[in-house]
């Protein structure tokens, strides 16, 4: 069983930067592909970014392409995201989630952490 930790999350003002940790436990956890959805109020939870067990690919949503970067680090079992330039759109909760296929699909992640709340103000 796999189990998720994210945090980071914070009030930020437009144009701010906060950096997302999710701490993974579990077998086999760095073989993983870690990615990161987010859900804003009233919205579906959507795709952010994804990396895949070795760093080597990633996947972002173009419109976050050079402001979001996902990272991991596979020896202390974290995987991270970069948010620079915030906007207030940016506004949601970020799940952090683990999977055995880099996708942006949501189904394709089997575990799921509880999330870490990220507000841009104006």
């Known amino acids: 069983q796999v189990q998720l930790v994210e945090s980071g999350g914070g009030l930020v003002q437009t144009g701010g930067s906060l950096r997302l940790s999710c701490a993974a436990s579990?077998?086999?956890?760095?073989?993983?592909?870690m990615a990161w959805f987010r859900q804003a109020p009233g919205k579906e939870r959507e795709f952010v970014a994804a990396?895949?067990?070795?760093?080597?690919?990633?996947k972002n949503v173009d419109s976050e392409k050079g402001r979001f970067t996902i990272s991991r680090d596979n020896a202390r079992n974290t995987v991270f995201l970069q948010m620079n330039g915030l906007k207030p759109e940016d506004t949601a909760i970020y799940y952090c989630?683990?999977?055995?296929?880099?996708?942006?699909?949501?189904?394709?992640?089997?575990?799921w952490g509880q999330g870490t709340q990220v507000t841009v103000s104006s």
């Open positions: 989630a683990a999977g055995l296929s880099l996708s942006t699909y949501r189904p394709s992640y089997d575990y």
């Open positions: 579990g077998p086999t956890v760095s073989t993983y592909v």
């Open positions: 990396i895949n067990w070795s760093g080597s690919r990633t």
